[in-house]
């Protein structure tokens, strides 16, 4: 997408350290890449420049300090403060829109919410919002075995793959002894229930 080469300059910067452009640039254009893949395999017919912008800008706040991302969640979602103040592997999600809006003026509210529950998920999802949560989830550079379920499921159904998704996060989050975000507790039972038709 060489409309967008200005945006992928920036967020290239501003994952640079010391010189050495990090691991999750290349994981954001990978999760463009495969969300587009998805739009087109799936026929989603969403369009696909908000596809690749939602995929390239889902973890934009990724690299930001935690007293940044803190601070934003304060600001941004004082209704969520007590549920997610100890798992700070979200924060950067829920303070992307912030920083998108901010960093790349990009305000069009379904890319926003996209990056938004890349995370996390939530209830209902749109199906922008699905096609991220996924696409971050099953990138070709994550080549773990317990990604192999919901890639093939991928090419199926996206709601299955959801589905997939929530159930294996929240095993993974039982197993290791750590809190499960409400939103993704309500996302699961939405879609352990929506599910049974995918
Ligand atoms: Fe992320
Ligand atoms: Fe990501």
Partial sequence: ???????????????????????????????????????????????????????????????????????????????????????????????????????????DEEILSAICYHTTGKENMSTLDKVIFVADYIEDTRDNSYTKEAKDASKISLDRTVKIILNQKVDFLRKSGRIICELTFKALNYYLEYGEKC
């Fill in 1 to 107: 997408m060489e409309k967008f080469e200005e945006i992928k300059k920036k967020l290239k910067d501003s994952m640079t350290i010391n010189g050495v452009v990090q691991k999750r640039y290349y994981h954001s254009l990978e999760v463009a890449k495969k969300a587009l893949e998805l739009n087109e395999s799936l026929n989603l017919g969403l369009d696909s420049d908000k596809v690749y912008l939602a995929g390239l800008l889902h973890d934009a706040a990724k690299l930001k300090s935690d007293d940044c991302l803190w601070n934003i969640i304060l600001k941004e979602f004082p209704h969520l403060v007590d549920q997610v103040k100890d798992t700070k592997t979200i924060w950067h999600s829920l303070a992307g829109p912030y920083i998108v809006k901010k960093e790349y003026s990009i305000f």
